[in-house]
């Protein structure tokens, strides 16, 4: 894995200060890619890449990375298939130097063009230089798995893995605009909650005019496009099924690095895990496994009691990790803005630390397929299940209360519920636009996302005209929905410890097979996730089969009410904290009043969090060495 940076000016009379800038941004980065560090000029461009080393540690692999005159590259990310492309350019008699994936990237490019993205099987950002034509493209993989950010101003254009990385050149503002929104929203328009910072879509690329910095976006991907034929025979299916997974952990267990995984005690994880171990048995692999999970306890005792269950089927041993929030200002800081987001992962941060402690640096994770398989939580999906299979919901592995289940069903979808093919989503009711901090800020302009709501709404409509409802929400959750903002989170969690998280479950042969699958052959007489089950039901101690729902890893939260409430106090008296934007006024009034105090929290994590990008920048290393990249010769 690794961290880019770039920066493309509009008046190069300011270089020197800008080429300073490019190293500032690099070292905010730099336990993305602890390793080599590389840097590139190219007239009014800078580049600089950050890179954990995970197969190629030679001098000759660092990026940003020259092939000839015309191209470079900076990759962030893994393309698992490599070695399958590679041998076909070789074929076309392209030469290598490096077992890196960015050589392959860019020969490929050579030949295909944009097309090339299409053959990348991975999780990866590309950055890609043509001297020839005055560019340079930005492209993010179809389903946006590894985070980029645009930040936009008057005199340049700069780009970088993480937003705090823009605080070299500047302070990082939030949009009030974007503030209060759901997180959900605002990533549905990629948006962010930062003034003139933005996200590519997934599935896209973006095309920057050096002479005139002109932003163009275009799409790469179509899923609907990328759909597989699907067999009638759910044996069949679940053979397939159970293939593709097995071939996914096969490719993503190759790295010169230690290798891990973790444990949840859920169905998920438990699949990974054991498939790996019967890899390591049966094939040859020269990796370098480190098979005792680990697992981050939460006070959940049947979680624990499986896992454990789990590994001693396969002679492992579990590593368990105790992990609670510190309720204090730095500590708080440190989590919200490492991670950029207003949640409390606490958890998450530790499951990776305990990775690296153990010398793991490649972790193998079981993340993502609720959203293809049917997450538990979104009731509206998993209503039209049952519905249409005419089961009975009395019969589900997780109490459901049925008549809010209807309720739900009548609000978002009226009378069609008698009408399954003719259903359509209503995404005015998935996609909230509320400010929910409307009441401590000066204005509330979100009706601007009445017309980036109708763009969606275009970009939906052939979904709708052709495919019924549980297609559409599959669809909308995983590229327009939550997928892409939880992804982030836990990129991030794992690259502050310097840990690589490759995530089987979305590979493209797995998830878009997931995706084409009716949702009748993936929960059956009510089982969720049935078809996984199905797949593994000889590799799987029945009670993981069979467990009533399991919530995933958990937003660390602030159990000592006593301690936020204290911590509240202290932060909205803080001289600093009238300097935002915020009615502070009514803020300290209602919180001595003991109303909303949720989003008083809220907004006083928004703070801590920018605290924390001021902190960091000021304790930033300062021993980085980077070396200017040459054209690779071999």
């Not at 490649?362 to 993502?368: E, L, M, R």
């Not at 995706?515 to 590799?539: C, M, Q, R, V």
Request: hydrophobic share 35%; net charge positive; charged share 25%.
């Amino acid at each position: 894995m690794s961290g880019i940076a770039g920066i493309i000016l509009k008046n190069p009379n300011n270089k020197n200060y800008f080429k300073k800038t490019i190293f500032e941004m690099a070292k905010l980065i730099r336990h993305r890619g602890p390793h080599k560090q590389g840097f590139l000029e190219f007239e009014n461009i800078f580049l600089s890449h950050v890179n954990m080393q995970t197969s190629d540690t030679r001098d000759i692999a660092r990026e940003p990375m020259s092939v000839d005159e015309r191209y470079s590259i900076m990759l962030d990310g893994s393309i698992y298939n490599f070695e399958e492309i590679k041998n076909n350019l070789i074929k076309k008699n392209y030469k290598f130097f490096t077992k890196t994936y960015a050589e392959v990237a860019i020969n490929l490019f050579k030949e295909n063009g944009i097309e090339s993205f299409n053959y990348f099987n991975g999780d990866w950002v590309i950055c890609i230089l043509d001297k020839l034509q005055k560019k340079i493209i930005i492209a993010k993989d179809a389903l946006g798995t590894k985070p980029i950010y645009i930040n936009t101003q008057n005199n340049f254009i700069s780009f970088c893995s993480e937003i705090k990385g823009f605080r070299a050149h500047g302070s990082i503002e939030f949009d009030n605009n974007n503030l209060g929104l759901s997180q959900l929203t605002i990533y549905n328009f990629n948006d962010t909650k930062f003034e003139n910072i933005t996200q590519i879509n997934p599935g896209s690329y973006l095309e920057i005019n050096l002479e005139n910095l002109i932003v163009n976006e275009k799409k790469w991907f179509s899923p609907l496009n990328n759909l597989f034929p699907i067999h009638p025979n759910y044996e069949v299916n679940k053979e397939e099924l159970k293939e593709r997974i097995f071939n996914s952990i096969n490719l993503r267990l190759i790295s010169e690095k230690k290798i891990g995984t973790s444990l949840s005690g859920g169905l998920d994880s438990a699949v990974i895990f054991t498939l790996i171990n019967e890899i390591k048995k049966t094939s040859q692999l020269k990796s370098n496994l480190y098979l005792n999970p680990t697992l981050v306890n939460y006070e959940d005792i049947l979680t624990l009691d499986l896992a454990k269950k789990i590994v001693k089927l396969h002679n492992r041993k579990l590593e368990i990790v105790d992990s609670k929030l510190i309720i204090e200002p730095e500590n708080l800081s440190n989590i919200l803005s490492q991670l950029e987001i207003s949640e409390e992962y606490q958890k998450q941060i530790d499951l990776y630390k305990n990775h690296k402690k153990l010398g793991v640096e490649v972790s193998i994770d079981g993340q993502a397929i609720d959203h293809f398989l049917g997450n538990p939580n979104d009731l509206l999906q998993l209503s039209f299940a049952y519905f249409n299979n005419i089961v009975d919901l009395n019969n589900t592995n997780r109490a459901l209360d049925n008549s809010s289940i209807i309720t739900n069903l009548k609000k978002f979808f009226g009378p069609l519920i008698n009408n399954f093919n003719l259903a359509k989503i209503d995404l005015k009711n998935f996609i909230t636009i509320n400010n929910f901090f409307s009441d401590y800020l000066p204005s509330d302009n979100t009706k601007i996302y009445s017309e980036k709501l109708y763009k969606i709404k275009k970009d939906f409509e052939i979904v709708e005209n052709n495919f019924n409802i549980d297609f559409q929400y599959t669809f909308f959750k995983t590229h327009y929905g939550s997928l892409q903002f939880f992804q982030h989170k836990w990129d991030k969690a794992s690259m502050l410890s310097s840990v690589e998280m490759r995530r089987p479950y979305l590979d493209k042969n797995v998830c878009y097979y997931l995706l084409s699958l009716p949702l009748y052959k993936k929960i059956k007489n009510g089982n969720l996730k049935s078809i996984l089950k199905d797949a593994f039901i000889d590799k799987i101690p029945n009670d993981v089969l069979n467990q009533k729902f399991k919530q995933g890893l958990p937003m660390s939260k602030a159990n000592d009410e006593k301690s936020r409430l204290l911590l509240i106090d202290q932060m909205i008296n803080e001289a600093h904290f009238n300097n935002f934007n915020w009615d502070t006024k009514k803020i300290k009034k209602d919180f001595t009043e003991g109303r909303n105090i949720n989003i008083i929290w809220e907004i006083v994590k928004f703070y801590l969090m920018q605290k924390g990008f001021d902190n960091k920048y000021s304790n930033i290393p300062e021993n980085l060495k980077f070396e200017t990249v040459s054209i690779i010769k071999g």
